[in-house]
Every structure is written in structure tokens, then in C-alpha cells.
């Protein structure tokens, strides 16, 4: 279920980019969320996502975020393809497997991570307060189930 014209490298004119892991189980019934440290930017639970240091491949960031933020080492399936939208951000997502063994924790940035069914992620996403990171992520729940379920 691919969009052939989807890029990871070109994201929309004028936007910032980051790119995240949407971290699945074996089974694809279950997804990880982490939380954020201090409910940062609004958020209640969240993707791993962030910037790509230079040089780096859209994939390459979306895999080390998931490292960080998951504390987890990931196999990627595919890309969600799609771009996801913020005020100035332009935000990539992959679906991914959990990899193991697990990486050494996750950075400051994380208070908790906690897997979650499908439909216990939509209600746990649906608690951050800021309305747009709300929707985003909603959003991109929806795609990444589309493209578990294939």
C-alpha cells in the first residue's frame, strides 16, 4: 500500500523536517507510544520522532530517534507514505518492528513508553492538549494502521 510519488527526501516547500517510527509488535496489534518528559509541547503520549543530524538519511533518523526516544532497536517494514503536517513542520513516518535487543534506555526526553492496542492508542493520543499535535498524531495512527494491516 505504497504511494509510488511518497519521498521521505522531499518534504513540502518551505517546511522543516522530521521524521519518527510509528513501533509495532510481532503481531501488529499493538503499538508503542512514549511519553514525554513533563507533558513537553502538550503532549500526553507521542511517536518517536525528531530532526536528521547532518548528513543523515530520512530512515537512518527515523531508526536513531526510535533508539532515544523508545529505547529500542527497530526493524523497519515500510514507509508510512504520506507527509503529516504540523505549523512549519513536515513530519515522515515508518512502521517498524521491535529489532531487540534493546538499546540502553531512552534519552531525557522520555518519561515512559507503554504499549497500547490499537484502539487504546487512539484514546491515549487523543489526551494531548494541543489540538494540531493532536490531530497529527491521530493522523498518522490511522495511516500506520492502514499499512500494518496491508
Known amino acids: 500500500m505504497s504511494d509510488s510519488h511518497f519521498d521521505p527526501r522531499q518534504p513540502p516547500t518551505g517546511d522543516q523536517v ?3 517510527i510509528v513501533l509495532v509488535d510481532a503481531a501488529r496489534e499493538r503499538v508503542l507510544l512514549r511519553k514525554p518528559t513533563g507533558g513537553h ?3 500526553v503520549w507521542t511517536f518517536a520522532k525528531g530532526q536528521p543530524d547532518p548528513g543523515e ?3 537512518d533518523t527515523a531508526v536513531r530517534e526510535a533508539r532515544e526516544e523508545y529505547g529500542r532497536l527497530v526493524r523497519v517494514i515500510a514507509p508510512i ?3 503529516f503536517g504540523g505549523t512549519a513542520w513536515a513530519n515522515a513516518f515508518w512502521l517498524a518492528e ?3 535487543p534493546h538499546a540502553p534506555g531512552v534519552d531525557r526526553e522520555t518519561e515512559a513508553t507503554a504499549w497500547f492496542t490499537w484502539d487504546a492508542a487512539l484514546d ?3 489526551e ?3 489540538a494540531y499535535r493532536r490531530d497529527r498524531d491521530l493522523q498518522i495512527l490511522a495511516a500506520a494502521k492502514r ?3 496491508g
Open 98 to 100: 521491535d529489532a531487540g
Open 128 to 130: 494531548t492538549r494541543v
Open 41 to 43: 509541547l502538550g503532549y
Open 124 to 126: 491515549a493520543l487523543r
Open 18 to 20: 522530521s521524521y519518527g
Open 147 to 149: 499499512v500494518a494491516r
Open 57 to 59: 538519511s530520512p530512515e
Open 81 to 83: 507514505p504520506e507527509w
